[in-house]
T-cell receptor, first 111, second 120 residues
Framework: RKEVEQDPGPFNVPEGATVAFNCTYS??????FFWYRQDCRKEPKLLMS???SGNEDGRFTAQLNRASQYISLLIRDSKLSDSATYLC????????????FGAGTILRVKS | GAVVSQHPSRVICKSGTSVKIECRSL??????MFWYRQFPKQSLMLMAT?????????EQGVEKDKFLINHASLTLSTLTVTSAHPEDSSFYIC????????????????FGPGTRLTVL
């Protein structure tokens, strides 16, 4: 089983739609959680850190469910510019504070 | 967020040559930097953890004699791909975290723009 699993997609949605991605992690000792965004042929950029039960930043809401070991990302009112690959990332002390990446979920927002 | 730069952004070289890639933290100190490699349509793979003033820690399957890492200061780490071959062609990305950042942002990592290496 992969340490961090994501649905690869692609998710094809129209502008203005609400879309949600889920991510599951296998290590119950994981302690830090992030969503990164990666555009084609570019580096990942930190989108949101996920703290305690979750947090919101504008159109983006991240949720953490430790009991079920999953993290979600909700994007409301999708924009064309939201098209990218969304990477779920987890840190656990036993990994030496290294980032463990999911394979990413592709989002395509169409007009 | 913190800024990380990488140089060069793109390299094309002949097989057998060595290529050095620099990673700098511009506005913060980074005792630890990370080097990743990403092949097309795949996720980032951690190659090694670069520690300022000490030896790098390599991931399983990564040859330390082929991928030389030097982290001589709190703001600079270098990755040298020695005797590069076409199979080394990839997107190399570094990341760093601000060791002085407060919790809970302490664990946030910031990536450089990457170096695209093409070995002919």
């Amino acid at each position: 089983r992969k340490e961090v699993e994501q649905d690869p997609g692609p998710f094809n949605v129209p502008e203005g739609a609400t879309v949600a991605f889920n991510c599951t992690y296998s290590n119950s000792a994981s302690q830090s959680f992030f969503w990164y965004r990666q555009d084609c042929r570019k580096e990942p950029k930190l989108l949101m850190s996920v703290y305690s039960s979750g947090n919101e930043d504008g159109r983006f809401t991240a949720q953490l469910n430790r009991a079920s070991q999953y993290i979600s990302l909700l994007i409301r009112d999708s924009k064309l510019s939201d098209s990218a690959t969304y990477l779920c990332v987890v840190i656990a002390m036993e990994y030496g504070n290294k980032l463990v990446f999911g394979a990413g979920t592709i989002l395509r927002v169409k007009s | 967020g913190a800024v990380v730069s990488q140089h060069p952004s793109r390299v094309i070289c002949k097989s057998g040559t060595s290529v050095k890639i620099e990673c700098r933290s511009l506005d913060f100190q980074a005792t630890t930097m990370f080097w990743y490699r990403q092949f097309p349509k795949q996720s980032l793979m951690l190659m090694a953890t670069s520690n300022e003033g000490s030896k790098a820690t390599y991931e399983q399957g990564v040859e330390k004699d082929k991928f030389l890492i030097n982290h001589a200061s709190l703001t600079l780490s270098t990755l040298t791909v020695t005797s590069a071959h076409p199979e080394d062609s990839s997107f190399y990305i570094c990341s760093a975290r601000d060791v002085l950042a407060p919790l809970p942002t302490y664990n946030e990592q910031f990536f450089g723009p990457g170096t695209r290496l093409t070995v002919l």
